[in-house]
């Protein structure tokens, strides 16, 4: 079964700096990949996806992954973090067969100090 | 495109009673749809799979008689909490996957549930 690591539980950065937050997954064939940004109390919202093609994947709100088979990783990126980005982010992992729902990583709170 | 509502999107009941949640899809049809729940501070966990037309599978350690699935049509999912207890106050999302073969999951908004 496929499974996801998200090393870092919480992450402090400063607004302006950049970020990289780590995903590294598990999974025999190539998987697909997602990042998901959660606010408190709200939903999921998707940043971006990775299923095949071109390994590093451009999202919304300014933010990239790079999908490193080597490394079986899939490490969300942002060159300079905004105050509204704090929030959970998500890692998660599926599979290209059945009805098998995404695996989700337990999650990186990240804050944004000034 | 692949909207996914969930109704109410918060809900307080009693202890004892029992609560009906509503996931639909607005703009495709689904042919599984997934309830995970999601506990402060912690990520979501899988609680069962629905297709269509058949019962649910549920996750290793889910009481499938206190959480009711229905997946009667390609719309419409609900989730029921019969005889809700205080532990079962959490945040449930609901997720569905399109007939178009894809294997994106469109996610729910969420329901915040609180029995008191």
């Known amino acids: 079964a496929q499974s996801v690591t998200q090393p870092d539980i919480h992450i402090t950065v400063s607004e302006g700096a950049s970020l990289e937050l780590r995903c590294n997954y598990s999974y025999g064939a190539t998987p697909y990949l997602f990042w998901y940004v959660q606010s408190p109390g709200q939903g999921l919202q998707l940043l971006l996806k990775y299923f095949s093609g071109d390994t590093l994947v451009q999202g919304i709100k300014g933010f990239e992954a790079e999908f490193k088979r080597s490394q079986s990783s899939f490490n969300l990126r942002k060159p300079s973090v905004h105050w509204s980005d704090a929030a959970e982010y998500f890692c998660?992992?599926?599979?290209?067969?059945?009805?098998?729902?995404?695996?989700f990583g337990k999650g990186t709170r990240l804050s944004v100090i000034a | 495109g692949a909207v996914v509502s969930q109704h109410p999107s918060w809900v307080i009941c009693k202890s004892g009673t029992s609560v009906k949640i509503e996931c639909r899809s607005l703009d495709f049809q689904a042919t599984t749809m997934f309830w995970y729940r999601q506990f402060p501070k912690q990520s979501l966990m899988l609680m069962a799979t629905?297709?269509?037309?058949?019962?649910?599978?549920?996750e290793q350690g889910v009481e499938k008689d206190k959480f009711l699935i229905n997946h009667a049509s390609l719309t419409l999912s609900t989730l029921t909490v019969t005889s809700a207890h205080p532990e079962d106050s959490s945040f449930y999302i609901c997720s569905a996957r399109g007939a178009s073969g894809g294997y994106e999951q469109y996610f729910g908004p969420g329901t915040r549930l609180t029995v008191t």
């Open positions: 629905s297709n269509e037309g058949s019962k649910a599978t549920y």
């Open positions: 998660a992992v599926g599979v290209r067969s059945g009805n098998t729902p995404l695996v």
